[in-house]
């Protein structure tokens, strides 16, 4: 399944947010405190997404976006599993 992130790098700390409208569609909310250099940043989105989705990190793939705050992630395994462990995150309250 394919999942569409705002991503937000050099944040504070690291955390996945709510859902946010954006052009043509929703997307999922992140922030990572690791800067946007050197694939860094990525990195660090695919490593909080496994951690947060209690999948392997082989699971994540990142298909579009490499360069740019707007990315797609490509999840592999059970989708009706991965949409309800999204469903369940627990989203921090600012």
Do not use: W, Y
Not at 32 to 54: I, M, Q, W, Y
């Amino acid at each position: 399944m394919r999942l569409a992130v705002r991503l937000t790098p050099k944040a504070d700390r690291d955390a996945i947010g709510g859902i946010i409208a954006g052009d043509g569609g929703h997307m999922q909310k992140v922030r990572v405190r690791a800067a946007p250099e050197d694939g860094k940043a990525n990195d660090a989105l695919l490593r909080l997404l496994a951690e947060a989705l209690a999948l392997p990190r082989r699971c994540f793939d990142l298909a579009q976006g490499a360069s740019s705050r707007r990315k797609l992630v490509d999840i592999a395994g059970d989708p009706p599993a991965i949409l309800s462990a999204l469903e369940h995150l627990k989203v921090p309250r600012s």
